[in-house]
């Protein structure tokens, strides 16, 4: 239970290209795994190596129009990790890449996992400590257990910030010294790949700059994006707010009567079933029973709930191996993949708890925007 290696914690600052750098060079070996997973991935779905090229160099003017600070921060991490900056930001742009392949009717891209995911939020009014409670099961290659880490970002121009990503990418969950926090769960629609926009990784890390809770809705519900994504936004002040994107709108869902949010991977909002199709159901039918399992047993745990309440719900196997908490299964080309990491944050606090693989290991650390990791039990 103890033997699964915790994820390395990567404490950078300076300015975008210093802390890329420093990054770079703390988790180099991970982000050489990185860049090993998904460039085998382009391979695999057929990319030559003229196509590749093609495709890194327009999502490079893409991130660079939207923030050309990424650039330079991306431009650090490959000189510190020693590797290319077109690998740097193939790991930024990988759920794009994926997207527009399967958009292409590439077949091989099929095979690839799912990236699923389960999120929650508690609002304060549910809450024991009576903080917002914010949190998620990634869903994704087992392989990942070994290339994420968690990055916390001593920033110079704007809020400190500490997220769970897969090593050389910006931002994937997490929060910030503002209070807003941020999960994000796999959406498809038949609208993805009819335009072309910013990487959803780089949209996550434009939230986590930001210090006003509504400049965060907006990055979220107004940048045009090339496919589809569930995002839940926290706000440790007492709200929460989920908006299911598509590439040119967004719509929102609110906390139910029993201040919770929950979703997984298929559409919920009624306005946006009336106006596009879901199809990534197909992929992840199993999503229908995971959101509707995670409320119940936060529902049945009482009236407050805390983070050990939520990591209970989260570690549920119902429907085992097509469960909220699933196990590895090494060597599968079908859609089930493994839960990588199960995060807990309570941004009041200033805190994070990250178990790798909990489907086989029970054991979280404890990052901080303020102190050094600890080691504590679930």
């Not at 990567?10 to 802390?19: K, L, Q």
């Not at 330079?72 to 991490?77: A, F, K, V």
């Not at 500490?162 to 503002?178: I, K, P, Q």
Request: glycine fraction near 8%; hydrophobic fraction near 40%.
């Amino acid at each position: 239970m103890t033997t699964i290696q915790q994820f390395p914690f990567v404490s950078v600052s300076g300015t975008p290209h210093e802390r890329g750098v420093q990054y770079g060079q703390q988790a180099a070996d991970r982000v050489r795994g990185s860049i090993a997973l998904y460039g085998q991935t382009l391979v695999n779905i057929g990319y030559g190596e003229q196509a590749r090229n093609q495709l890194i160099d327009f999502f490079a003017k893409q991130i660079g129009d939207y923030a050309p600070h990424y650039i330079d921060e991306m431009r650090g991490i490959a000189k510190g990790a020693n590797v290319d900056f077109a690998d740097i930001v193939m790991i930024n742009a990988r759920t794009e890449v994926l997207a527009k392949a399967r958009a292409e009717k590439i077949a091989a891209v099929d095979k690839e996992p799912g990236d699923g995911c389960t999120g929650a939020l508690i609002l304060p009014e549910r809450s024991a400590t009576g903080n917002l409670i914010h949190g998620q099961n990634w869903d994704w290659r087992a392989e990942c257990a070994d290339t994420s880490i968690v990055l916390r970002v001593r920033n110079d121009n704007g809020p400190d910030f500490l997220t769970f990503v897969e090593a050389g990418g910006l931002a994937r969950s997490g929060f910030n010294s503002a209070g807003v926090s941020i999960t994000a769960n796999y959406l498809e629609s038949n609208r993805d790949f009819t335009q072309l926009g910013v990487p959803l990784s780089l949209i996550r890390r434009k939230v986590l700059e930001q210090e006003i809770f509504s400049l965060a809705m907006k990055t979220v519900a107004t940048t045009p994006k090339s496919c589809s994504n569930n995002i839940m936004l926290g706000m440790a002040e007492g709200f929460g707010i989920d908006f299911e994107c598509t590439t040119n709108e967004s719509f929102p869902i609110y906390p139910g009567e029993d201040g919770l949010i929950v979703h997984a991977n298929h559409w919920m909002s009624q306005v946006a079933l009336s106006k596009l199709v879901d199809l990534g159901i197909a992929n992840s039918p199993d999503s229908h029973y995971r959101d509707w399992r995670v409320r119940k047993l936060l529902n049945a745990a009482g009236p407050t709930l805390g983070r050990r309440q939520m990591k209970d719900a989260f570690f549920d196997n119902f429907g085992l191996p097509y469960s909220v908490c699933r196990p590895p299964r090494p060597g599968s080309h079908d859609n089930l993949s493994a839960t990588v990491a199960m995060v807990i944050m309570e941004p009041a606090v200033r805190e994070m708890e990250v178990a790798p693989l909990p489907a086989l290991n029970r054991v979280f650390t404890r990052y901080s925007l303020d102190h050094d990791p600890v080691l504590v039990a679930a």
